[in-house]
């Protein structure tokens, strides 16, 4: 079992950077691949970015490439998200799950949900 609590959205002028974590809780969580999902206003939950569960690895959505990094720290259980060059359209709220398969960009492959947090970037 892992239970996943986000923190660090919030409002930025476009442009600008903002860094999310995930702290989990489980000791198995460095057995699972983690990836970051968004959800804005009438629309479905896409995903933004997944880490294999050793760092090694990481695969992102075409539309935040470049701009967004994953990284993850097992000794801390924790994953991270950092934003930069924010966009209006990434307006969302951000979601942190684990998988047990790589790369998964399908919400169907993972196992547990984070609560999420806002991130709203002005224009």
């Known amino acids: 079992q892992v239970q996943l609590v986000e923190s660090g959205g919030g409002l930025v002028q476009a442009g600008g950077s903002l860094r999310l974590s995930c702290a989990a809780s489980?000791?198995?969580?460095?057995?699972?691949?983690m990836g970051w999902f968004r959800q804005a206003p009438r629309k479905e939950r896409e995903f933004v970015a997944t880490?294999?569960?050793?760092?090694?690895?990481?695969y992102y959505a075409d539309s935040v490439k470049g701009r967004f990094t994953i990284s993850r720290d097992n000794n801390k259980n924790a994953v991270y998200l950092q934003m930069n060059s924010l966009k209006p359209e990434d307006t969302a709220v951000y979601y942190c799950a684990g998988a047990r398969s790589y790369p998964a960009s399908n919400v169907r492959n993972y196992d547990y949900w984070g609560q999420g947090t806002q991130v709203t970037v002005s224009s």
């Open positions: 489980g000791r198995t969580f460095s057995s699972y691949a």
């Open positions: 880490i294999i569960w050793n760092g090694g690895s990481t």
